[in-house]
C-alpha cells in the first residue's frame, strides 16, 4: 500500500487537489451533504440509484462548459435514448417518474416545488495552504420547469469556504447584490466564461480542452475509439488542416473562374445567330409600320369619298325641294279659295236657322250626361242600401234621415272597432298563454310517458345531453327523486315533504368513474338553468343519532341499489325534520314541518312557499310510479287544448264583426258622400224650344 508522503512526492507543491465537495437541494440529496475527498483519491461506491451519478454531475456542473455538459452520461452510456437529467431535475429533486391515473400521462415527481434554491461547492488546496473554491448557485421562481427559467451565479473565493455562509441568500429572495455584498472578497459573475477563466488561471488550467476531458473521464464506462478519443480530447488541431481547408477554398475560387469563362464563350457561340435574326426583325418591322400607316389611311379616303358622294345627293335634293315649295304655293292658293267658300256658307246657315239647332244639340249633350252620371250615383247608392239592408227613400227628407243614419254609424265604427280589437288582442294573449302551458304539458307527458320518472322534462332533457356527451347511460345519472317516494300509508303528508325535499330531489348522484367526465362537461358548457350534482363515490360518516319516530326520514322508501346506503346517510344528515300535528310543537321542535307545508329549518329560519299549492300534485318530484302525475297533466293538457279551441273560436267571431263592420262603414260613408240632387233622376230639368222657322209670337 502507498503511503500518504509517497504520493504527496508525485505533485509539485503548488499542484491544486480537490479536498471537499458540498452540495445544498442538489437532486435527492436535500439539505447540505458534505463530502471530503483524500488526497489519494476518491471511490464512489453504492446501489444503483444511490446518488453516485448525481455527485459526478455536480463536478461537471461545477467545471464543465454548459455547452459541453452531458448528465448522467455514464449511466446512459448503454441506452442512448436520450438526455433523462438537467438542471431543474437537478434543483427540483427529481426521484420517480408515475403514470397519472385519470390523464394516464407519465409526470415526474419532485421533492421540491415552488419557489427553490440549489447550490455547490468544490474546494481545491495545495501543499502551500493556498485555498481556490469554485461555488456555483441557481434558483427557480415559482412552478417554472423550463430550462430557461434556471437563474444561476458564480463565485471563485481564494480562501477557506463552507455553503452554511449562503443561508442570507435563501432569505433574501435571491438579492444577488446582497450576495455580493456579503462576499466582497469573491470572484462574482453572471456569466461561465468569466467564471471559468478565473479557476483556469488560479488552477493552472491551459486550455479549456482539458475540462472537455475531464468531464469526458467522469462521465465514460469505457474510452471507445482510441484514436477518437485522443484525437478529440487530448491533441491540437494541426495547422495543416487549416492549410488543406485554404487549398481546398482557393482551388473551388480558381475552378469557378474557369467555369465562368467557358460560360460566357459559350453563351457568344449561342448569341452569334440572333444578330442577323434581329437585323431581319427590324426589316419587317419596317414593313408591318407601312402597312400599318396604309391602313389607317383607307378610313379617312373612305370619308372623303363619302363627303363627295353626299354633296352630289344634297344638290339633287335641293332641286326637287325647290319644285315642291312651288307644287306648295299652289296647292295652298287652291285651300285659301276652298275656306273662303266654306266661311260663305256657314255663314248663309246660321243666317238660315242653322245656329239654335246647335245650341239644341249642345243642351242635349248635357242633359245626356247629367243623366248618366246621376244613374251611376244612384246605383252605388241602391247598392249600398241594398248590402246595409235598407231601401233607397225616394223623397229628399226621407233620404235625408238615411245619411243622418249612415253618418252616425260611421261616427260609432271606429269606437267599436277600436274595442273590438282590444278584445282580440286579450284573448290572443291568453291563447299563447294557454298554448305555451299546453307544449309544456305535452312536454311532461311525453316525458312521463318515456320513463316511470316524476322529474321536469326540461331536467331530464339536460341530463340526457349530459349523458350522450359523456358516453353513459342515463341511468347512471339519476335524480334523487327518481330513488325515494312517500310511503303509502303517509301520503297526507306528501306534500310538506315534497316542499322540503324538492331542491334536493333534482339533484343528480354520479359515482367516482364518472365524476371527471362529468365534471369537466359541465365547467365547459352552458346548461341555461340550475343544476346540483353530488359526489358519491367518497361516503362522508356522520356521528349517528337517534331519529324520532315522527321523522320525515322514517315517512320515505329508498330504492334498493348502488346509492342506497349513501341517500340514507344524506337524509339522517340534512332531512332530519319532525312532522308536527299542531303549532305548539312547531315551535318547539328544533327543525319540523307541517301538513300545511311550513318548515322550521333552525331555531330562527322558517319558511312557507304558498307560490304553489302544497297539495298540487303537478310539482310533485318524489316517487317510483308516475301514473297519477301522467294523468294530472293529461287532463290539463286536454283543458288546455279545449280552451285553446275556444278562444281560437271567440277570436275569429270577433275578427268576422270587426270586417262586417269595417264593410258597412264603407257602405254607409258612400252614401254620406251623396248629396239628394246628385241621384234624382224622377224630374229631369225642363227644356224651352220651339220648331224650327216659328216666330215666338206664333
Not at 282580440?424 to 320518472?453: C, H, I, T, W, Y
Request: aromatic share 8%; net charge negative; with cysteine.
Amino acid at each position: 500500500m502507498i503511503s500518504e508522503p509517497q504520493t504527496a512526492s508525485l505533485f509539485a507543491r503548488e499542484q491544486f487537489r480537490m479536498t471537499r465537495l458540498q452540495v445544498y437541494n442538489w437532486g435527492t440529496f436535500s439539505g447540505l451533504h458534505d463530502v471530503p475527498i483524500s488526497e489519494r483519491g476518491f471511490l464512489f461506491v453504492g446501489r444503483s440509484g444511490a446518488g453516485k451519478s448525481t455527485l459526478l454531475d455536480a463536478f461537471s456542473a461545477l467545471l464543465t462548459p454548459p455547452r459541453w455538459i452531458d448528465f448522467n452520461a455514464a449511466a446512459r452510456e448503454a441506452d442512448r435514448s436520450g438526455r433523462d437529467r438537467n438542471l431543474v431535475t437537478y434543483i427540483r429533486g427529481a426521484w420517480a417518474e408515475q403514470k397519472d391515473g385519470e390523464s394516464g400521462e407519465i409526470a415526474t415527481r419532485y421533492l421540491r416545488s415552488g419557489t427553490t434554491w440549489s447550490a455547490l461547492a468544490l474546494s481545491y488546496q495545495n501543499a502551500l495552504g493556498q485555498s481556490v473554491v469554485l461555488v456555483q448557485v441557481f434558483w427557480l421562481r415559482g412552478n417554472a420547469n423550463g430550462s430557461t427559467d434556471v437563474k444561476r451565479h458564480y463565485l471563485v473565493l481564494e480562501r477557506a469556504f463552507d455553503l452554511h455562509e449562503l443561508e442570507d441568500f435563501g432569505q433574501s429572495n435571491f438579492d444577488i447584490r446582497k450576495l455580493k455584498a456579503s462576499f466582497p472578497e469573491a470572484f462574482a459573475r453572471d456569466e461561465f466564461r468569466p467564471y471559468c477563466e478565473r479557476f483556469c488561471r488560479l488552477l493552472g488550467i491551459e486550455s479549456e480542452m482539458a475540462l472537455r476531458l475531464l468531464h469526458k473521464t467522469q462521465s465514460a464506462k469505457n474510452l471507445g475509439d482510441l484514436n477518437t478519443f485522443l484525437r478529440e480530447f487530448m491533441l491540437d488541431k494541426p495547422e495543416t488542416f487549416e492549410v488543406a481547408d485554404r487549398l481546398v477554398s482557393e482551388f473551388g475560387e480558381l475552378n469557378a473562374a474557369h467555369q465562368a469563362v467557358v460560360t460566357a464563350r459559350e453563351q457568344v457561340q449561342t448569341l452569334a445567330p440572333a444578330r442577323e435574326q434581329h437585323q431581319r426583325r427590324d426589316s419587317l418591322m419596317l414593313q408591318r409600320n407601312g402597312l400599318d400607316e396604309l391602313r389607317l389611311g383607307v378610313d379617312g379616303y373612305r370619308e372623303t369619298r363619302r363627303i363627295e358622294l353626299l354633296k352630289k345627293h344634297v344638290a339633287s335634293l335641293e332641286v326637287q325641294a325647290n319644285g315642291s315649295e312651288g307644287e306648295v304655293g299652289r296647292r295652298r292658293s287652291t285651300l285659301d279659295n276652298h275656306a273662303t267658300n266654306l266661311r260663305d256658307l256657314e255663314r248663309q246657315h246660321r243666317e238660315a236657322g242653322g245656329d239654335q239647332i246647335e245650341q239644341w244639340e249642345a243642351e242635349k249633350s248635357g242633359l245626356e250626361g247629367q243623366r248618366t252620371d246621376r244613374l251611376r250615383k244612384r246605383g252605388q247608392a241602391e247598392e249600398a242600401c241594398k248590402k246595409l239592408g235598407w231601401s233607397l227613400p225616394d223623397s229628399p227628407q226621407a233620404f235625408a234621415e238615411l245619411l243622418g243614419n249612415a253618418r252616425q254609424e260611421v261616427e260609432h265604427w271606429e269606437q267599436r272597432s277600436n274595442a273590438n280589437r282590444e278584445e282580440q288582442f286579450r284573448l290572443a294573449g291568453e291563447k299563447r298563454d294557454a298554448e305555451a302551458a299546453f307544449s309544456q304539458a305535452v312536454k311532461e307527458v311525453q316525458a312521463l310517458q318515456r320513463q316511470p320518472s316524476n322529474i321536469p322534462a326540461d331536467m331530464l332533457e339536460m341530463r340526457r345531453d349530459i349523458a350522450a356527451a359523456i358516453g353513459i347511460s342515463e341511468s347512471a345519472l339519476p335524480f334523487v327523486g327518481e330513488l325515494i317516494e312517500v310511503k303509502p300509508d303517509e301520503a297526507e303528508w306528501q306534500g310538506a315533504i315534497e316542499r322540503v325535499l324538492h331542491g334536493f330531489a333534482l339533484s343528480l348522484l354520479v359515482d367516482e368513474r364518472q365524476y371527471s367526465a362529468l365534471a369537466n362537461y359541465i365547467n365547459n358548457t352552458h346548461l341555461g338553468q340550475r343544476l346540483v350534482y353530488y359526489r358519491t363515490g367518497r361516503p362522508e360518516t356522520w356521528q349517528a343519532k337517534p331519529i324520532e319516530a315522527n321523522s320525515l326520514v322514517l315517512k320515505l322508501n329508498v330504492k334498493e341499489g348502488t346509492y342506497a346506503d349513501w341517500l340514507q346517510a344524506e337524509l339522517r344528515q340534512r332531512f332530519d325534520y319532525t312532522c308536527v300535528d299542531s303549532i305548539q310543537l312547531f315551535r318547539s321542535a328544533e327543525r319540523a314541518i307541517t301538513r300545511e307545508g311550513q318548515v322550521k329549518h333552525s331555531k330562527t329560519r322558517h319558511e312557507k312557499d304558498d307560490r304553489r299549492s302544497v297539495g298540487d300534485r303537478r310539482n310533485w318530484v318524489l316517487g317510483f310510479d308516475n301514473r297519477e302525475k301522467l294523468g294530472l297533466f293529461e287532463a290539463q293538457a286536454q283543458e288546455l287544448a279545449d280552451t285553446i279551441a275556444r278562444l281560437g273560436g271567440e277570436i275569429d267571431n270577433l275578427s268576422d264583426q270587426d270586417r262586417n263592420r269595417t264593410a258597412r262603414a264603407m257602405q254607409c260613408q258612400t252614401l254620406v258622400n251623396l248629396q239628394w240632387q246628385e241621384i234624382d233622376v224622377l224630374e229631369p230639368p225642363r227644356v224651352s224650344w220651339r220648331p224650327f222657322g216659328l216666330s215666338a209670337g206664333r
